[in-house]
């Protein structure tokens, strides 16, 4: 009986001990890993910046209603027509309408045009509406309204288009009728133009002005310093200012920075601006001129840049990130470098076991590194994806942690 007991004893502890042990190695991994993530760094600073560049503010001394034919932030011929004009508002609107009733005609008879709705994407509709919902609240959310307007129609047409293609709405024929209908009895009445606006030279259309058109052009770069970009004085517009086309050609971003700061540039440096706008749209420039203030230890840094769209076009101030340099490679925290023989590496798990990786650290801060990434499937250098070991005890090559 004694003998049974302990027996039984034996028995017990011996299942405890081989319990402990399985979830001691279940729940507690003797190394922690986690993957190399591609990644890119910059050294540079962040700073408001002021834009330059070469505007005519167009001017309309004829009287009458306007009745723009192109978009604010569209791009314009030299000598094409920004505006026809009308004895009336009535008239100008009426011819407003029927371009809206236009475009909802060319929508509708797109949507219906579709052959085959069995084989268009639901998934990539339904994601075009989340889209435009998401950019229409975006941009109300900003005071943009004229922007809005034009997403709301991208939204009612991304609508509509899901309707027709689920099979909510098989049928536009009636509204298509309704719209030709309405548009051809308001064709009858057109009103024609009194006179026409034409710009005097090519660019983007920007339907606002601030005063400043003559006052930051690239023939005065020499005259932009720190205490001028401070205490900018807008002028006031003589006559009847519609807005302004501004050029495409040579602009530039300036940015007052201390002297020290400034002495890190030099002309025709290469640089990267990071917008702080959108979505952080980044674009090349070139290091123009440095303005040194004799009044304060301030600099301005001119930078010149050849890529124009809409949205540079109307903005005249703007948050931005200069870039001086790109470090990009795979990114590592700090505390997996390890030092073998002198070499420095990571311990990378490969199948049950770890090897030792030696990696070429590009740029580092106290938290993580960015290690070179090698174009290539050689299992010897550090590749993308791998898992490395950040945190371990008595590590070495091959050790054994399955």
Request: proline letters at 1%; aromatic letters at 8%; charged letters at 25%.
């Amino acid at each position: 009986m004694k003998k049974g007991r302990v027996l039984k004893i034996i028995v017990i502890a011996f299942a405890v001990v081989f319990i402990g042990h399985q979830l001691y190695f279940s729940f507690y991994s003797p190394i922690t890993t986690e993957s190399a993530e591609y990644y890119v760094a910059d050294e540079g600073i962040t700073a408001k910046a002021t834009v330059i560049r070469n505007e005519t503010v167009v001017l309309s001394n004829t009287a009458g209603s306007h009745h723009f034919c192109i978009q604010n932030g569209a791009r314009i011929a030299k000598n094409g027509v920004l505006a026809d004009i009308y004895g009336s508002d009535a008239d100008s609107l009426a011819v407003s309408k029927l371009d809206s009733l236009n475009e909802r005609i060319s929508d509708l008879e797109e949507i219906t045009g579709y052959n085959d709705t069995s084989a268009a994407d639901i998934s990539l509709i339904k994601q075009d509406v989340v889209d435009s919902i998401n950019n229409f609240v975006k941009i109300a959310s900003t005071g943009d309204y004229f922007g809005a307007d034009e997403y709301e129609k991208d939204l009612l047409f991304s609508i509509n288009r899901m309707q027709f293609v689920t099979g909510e709405t098989t049928d536009f024929s009636g509204q298509l009728e309704a719209l030709k209908a309405e548009r051809e009895k308001l064709s009858s009445n057109l009103p024609s133009p009194v006179a026409s606006l034409r710009s005097e030279s090519s660019g983007y259309y920007i339907s606002s002005v601030d005063g400043l058109e003559n006052v930051l052009t690239t023939e005065k770069l020499d005259e932009v310093t720190p205490e001028k970009l401070s205490e900018l004085k807008p002028e006031k517009t003589e006559g009847n200012a519609v807005g302004k086309i501004v050029s495409d050609d040579d602009w530039c971003f300036a940015v007052s920075v201390s002297i020290g700061e400034a002495s890190k540039y030099k002309v025709d440096d290469e640089l990267l601006i990071k917008l702080k706008i959108k979505d952080n749209s980044q674009i090349p420039v070139k290091v123009k001129k440095i303005n040194v203030s004799s009044k304060s230890g301030k600099a301005v840094v001119i930078m010149s840049c050849l890529q124009m769209n809409k949205e540079l076009a109307s903005i005249r101030t703007v948050d931005v990130g200069i870039v001086s340099k790109e470090y990009k490679g795979l990114k590592l925290s700090r505390r997996a470098l390890r030092v073998v023989d002198g070499n420095s590496g990571v311990y990378v798990v490969s199948g049950m076991s770890l090897k030792f990786v030696k990696v070429d650290v590009i740029y580092s801060t106290d938290d993580f590194v960015i290690c070179k990434q090698e174009k290539t499937d050689n299992k010897t250098v550090l590749r993308l994806y791998d898992e490395v070991v950040v945190k371990g005890k008595n590590l070495y090559e091959g050790k054994i942690i399955g």
